[in-house]
């Protein structure tokens, strides 16, 4: 949707500075995909021994405590970025659409791992829910936004998508008995999303509210680090085998 838009209302500056974010988009994509190589047999063998809810919970922390870390390190680091991404120099407005061309990659992973309910439980029509609710946000915004600001309207979209995408991947997951607390995921999400926003222009002193976010979004996160610690120096209480 974000392109068809971008190619009917946009210029081809735009269309090439979309996709040229894209790119780092697909380095995180090509973690998404390893991860749930190994995540979804993990899962399922883990349904089969009838593991906690606190190994599941475990794993979707320590994915986002990761991710959210590589978000920020993105954003800190986005013009020296899209100068790799655009060496003739025709493209470096990529650097205020990394950040939200990223968060889309970051929230399906993340989602792989409060899907479960759905998956194990075998009704997948739910998924059909998820996409539709998805596509309309998507359409919705790219149709409001894209016309008048361009790639950032189209990320803008993109992101406000994955957003309705993961949280309904959630919910629908819930209904099937699988959950575990979200604010945590929610918090961390707000945080990043807002360092997005602030880099979809250049604002005055971002750099430094991207870090102070970043460092935000690590205070939100001590449970997790308090966890891991907790498993190494009792890992008889956790199995993950």
Known sequence: IDIILLTEFSSLTD???????????????????????FWIPTAYRWFEENK??????????????????LFFVIL???????????????YLDVQYIMGLLAFPHIMYTLSETTTLGIVFSRKTHYNIFV???SLVVSVIINLSLTPFIGFRGAALAS????????????????RTGFYFGQKKQIITMLIMITAGLINLYPLDYSIFITIGLGLLALVVQIPTIKTALEIKNHPGEWDFT
């Open 76 to 90: 800190v680091l986005r013009y020296p970025i899209s100068l790799i991404l655009s060496s003739d120099g025709e």
């Open 52 to 69: 906690s809810m606190k190994h599941y919970k475990f794993i979707s922390d320590i994915v986002l405590f990761l991710l959210s870390g």
């Open 131 to 133: 996409s539709i609710m």
């Open 159 to 174: 992101t406000a998508a994955y957003v309705v995408f993961y949280l309904a991947r959630t919910y629908f997951s819930s």
């Open 15 to 37: 269309i090439g500075i979309y996709k040229a974010g894209s790119k780092i988009g697909s380095i995180i994509g090509i973690l998404k995909t390893a991860f749930a190589s």
